[in-house]
Structure formats: C-alpha cells, structure tokens
C-alpha cells in the first residue's frame, strides 16, 4: 500500500478509499480499485437522505453483501447499521402508499398505445412487489456505477467516513470480497450455467408465479374499477365530473340525484358572473326581455286604438 500514499485523501467533497482487488488465474497481476465516497446529497432531498453516504466507482460485481461487509468489517462499523443500498438504475424498496399510488386512475388515463399501457401495468405490478423471477442469480453493474447507502442514524453514515479517513492514515489493505468466499453466488462459467437453469424452471414454480401475477393483476383492475366508477359519480371541487372510459352511469335512486342537484346548485351560487360568457348571455336576455315587453306595448296600443276608435293620451 506504499503507492496509495501518494493518493490524496480526498477529491473535491469525495473521499478516497483504495480497495485491492484479488487476483485471478486468468490475470494474477495485482490491482487496485478506488472508491469514492461522500454524504449524499440529492438535488431531490428525501427523509433518508441526511444518514445517506454516495459511492462512486462500485466495483462492477457489487452486491449489497459486499457493501455490507466493506463497511461493518472491514471498516470496523457495528453489525446492522446499514438499512439500504440502492445500486444505480435500480429501485429502492417501495412503501405501501407507493404502491397504491400506482393503482390511481391517472396512471392508465390519457392518449397512450396498447404496448405503453401494458409496460405500465406490468412496472405497477412490479411496484407492489408481485413479478417473475429473475434469470439471473446476482446482478452486474457498468463500470464507474453510482450507489446510495442508507443508514440507520446520521452517526453511521459519519462513523464510515471518519473510519475511511483512519484507514487512509493507517495504509490499511482493504481487499475486496475477502471473507464473502462461498456466501455470494460465483461468477464465470458456474454463472451462466446456474442462469441456463434459471431460464427453465419447473411446471409447479411457474403455475405459482403465474397465479399470483394474476391475482394481484385481477386485485389491481377491480381497485381501478371503483376509482374510475367513483370519479364519474361524484363532482370535483370545481362541480365538474370527471369524463372517463365507460361512460356515466347515473345515481340509483331518485332522491339521491335530487339531493346531488341540489348540492350541484349550492356550489354553483355566487359563480353567476364568473365568467365573461355569462356575463354577454345576461345581457342578451335583458336586451330581449326589453324588445319584448316593447312589442307587447305596441300590441296593447294598437288594440286600445282598434277598440276606441282614435286615442288621445290624457292632457
């Protein structure tokens, strides 16, 4: 590690962590690999991002088990101080509410092809946590991959900082993956293998998979369902209905639309001039409520002439 003391311990706000990679058959020449870390900070603040650390430069075969590990032994931080890693381009864990935003009706509203909508519905399943299992047994990443690690407290996210900055002071050599041996799925040939496995599995795991697809599809449509029936039956706060697939279907009974006319004109009071259009057809209808009370002025004059021969207005 005599060459990493000429590293500098850090680079703009980022901390360097040197990290030796072990040697393979195929390339037995030593390496090392640097690792960039520093608090995270998102232009998009959320409620974890004060004990969250940002890592730059993730060794392509990162796992969250090799996350763990680098920090809690290698780094001396106390076991279970690591809530989440959330590797670049994947998504972190979904909440519930998440999950139910996903079945709003807004998400299958709009001008949309069939195949987007499809997309949609399958990436809102996946939301909820319901899917198909993946081919492959562990996941890679490009090289020069971003991750987030969130942290129990704010003090584990400093504690791995300022231990980073003790291992840089001590020359530790840190080797990555030292002690992980047969606790993470190989990589070469038994990867792909165990991913042609994968690929085909048996009748009984697939008709599980399936059937819980569908019942959570099923589940999914029926809540749409009552969202849109629901929108098309009562009035925003402006007494517009929302205009959905399906058409409208009127209340039940007819004291209910009789109470919902009533309530639709109590909100519509004191709109009366609320709009210009209003305004010019109010206008019309005095100019015509004029014109005609005029006429029949008129006609009443003409009668009384007709009646009484000529007609002298009283002096």
Known sequence: MAANSTIPMKISDYYILPISLPP???LPTPATHYLYLRPDEPKLPTPTTPRSLFLVNVPFDATDVHIKHLFSEQLDLPNGRIEDVVFQGTKASTSKSEGQEALQPQNYLGKKSKKRKREAEVE???ILGVGFPSTW?????KSGSTAVVVFVDRASMEAVVKATRRSRKEEKNIVWGQGLE???PALGSARYLTHHRLQYPDEA???EYVNTYMTAFAAQESERKKLLARQR???DEDGFITVTRGGRTGPAKQEEAQEKAEKQKEKQ???DNFYRFQTREKKKERAGELIRKFAEDKEKVRKM???RGRFRPEK
């Open 124 to 126: 809102n399943l996946e």
């Open 24 to 26: 393979l058959a195929s």
């Open 137 to 141: 047994d562990r996941e890679l990443h």
């Open 269 to 271: 009071k004191g709109l």
């Open 233 to 235: 039956q009562e009035p």
């Open 205 to 207: 795991q697939m008709l």
């Open 182 to 184: 047969g606790k993470i």
């Open 305 to 307: 002439r007709e009646k």
